[in-house]
């Protein structure tokens, strides 16, 4: 059963394209038409390409692995992290730190720097201190959590990117490639396709039309890691059954063990007994 259908893909207006003159040729196949100079998206094609993408994403969060989102438009970070933060995935929608990827024990340090802030807080450290330097630490604080605090979490490289608008997100979609992280991306008619693995043929403007198509992919999402979560809850009763077995089957085997060496000490005695007679 498809994730989304062709109907409300239609209400969201995933099917608006860019401008003609604004076309990437590498998306013809996914364009239907061209309507008062804008092409017009096959959401036909956009419906299969949800499905396939909303699977692989399963599978990945099902594998315990992180899906890290990137949307920096004005538009759409806000519902990119809302969508992000319910299945618990790491995400940017500030701007895109350089080297994030291809640089991220640098960005880890920073996210330390944070926790370190943080202890100073805690401790009462803060109170030998002068206005100006609370206040200093404070601003630098403030500016990792806007640009660090999403991704706070993320101990390691993520499993896959996730992006909105892959000409907006350039620098994250290159690392990405560099790196051989798969990049699941909405891609839009002015956009090239090739430096995708997952591409979704969508409008990545209008905010409905990223909404509806972040639900069916975050639905997958969820999906997968409460899977993870029955996987594990049936490995650790088999776990505990099989533990359970073991002590019950030892007192069993104990006796079995006794009553199998009383014959042979019965014997033992016999012989012994009868030795001297022989003599």
């Known amino acids: 059963m498809s994730r989304t259908n062709f109907d409300m893909l239609l209400q969201a207006g995933c099917h608006f394209g860019h401008l003609k003159r604004k076309w990437n040729p590498a998306m013809a196949p996914y364009i239907f038409m061209e ?19 909303a699977d692989a994403l399963k599978q990945i969060a099902k ?20 969508k992000a933060a319910a299945v618990n995935m ?15 024990p640098t960005i880890r340090k920073a996210v330390k720097k944070m926790a370190n802030i943080d202890k100073l ?13 609370i206040l200093q630490i404070s601003r630098q ?38 790196l051989g992280i798969p990049v699941f991306a909405i891609v839009d008619t002015n956009s090239d ?10 409008n990545d403007d209008a905010k ?19 899977e993870r979560k029955v996987e594990k809850a049936d490995e650790k009763a088999a776990k505990e059954q099989a533990e359970a077995d073991a002590v019950e089957d030892k007192p069993k ?20 007994t009868e030795a001297p007679a022989a003599e």
């Open 121 to 133: 807080m805690n401790d009462g450290t803060y109170s030998n201190l002068s206005k100006r330097e």
């Open 90 to 104: 790491p995400y940017v929608i500030e701007r895109w730190p350089g080297g994030m990827l291809t640089n991220f």
């Open 253 to 272: 085997r104990t006796r079995k063990a006794r009553k199998d060496a009383a014959p042979k000490e019965e014997a033992t005695v016999e012989a012994e």
């Open 208 to 226: 409905d039309s990223v909404e509806v198509i972040l639900d069916a992919c975050c639905a997958a999402i969820a999906e997968g890691l409460e």
């Open 35 to 53: 309507r008062n100079g804008i092409h017009i998206i096959d959401l036909h094609k956009t419906v299969a390409k949800i499905d396939e993408a």
């Open 141 to 178: 604080r403030a500016k990792l959590e806007k640009n660090l605090g999403s991704i706070a979490d993320l101990t390691r490289l993520p499993s896959a990117l996730f992006v909105v608008d892959v000409m907006k997100e350039a620098i994250a979609v290159k690392e990405a490639n560099r």
């Open 193 to 202: 396709p090739n430096n995708v693995d997952f591409m979704i043929p969508a």
């Open 63 to 82: 594998s315990g692995k992180k899906i890290l989102f990137v949307a920096t438009k004005k538009q759409t970070k806000d519902i990119v992290a809302d």
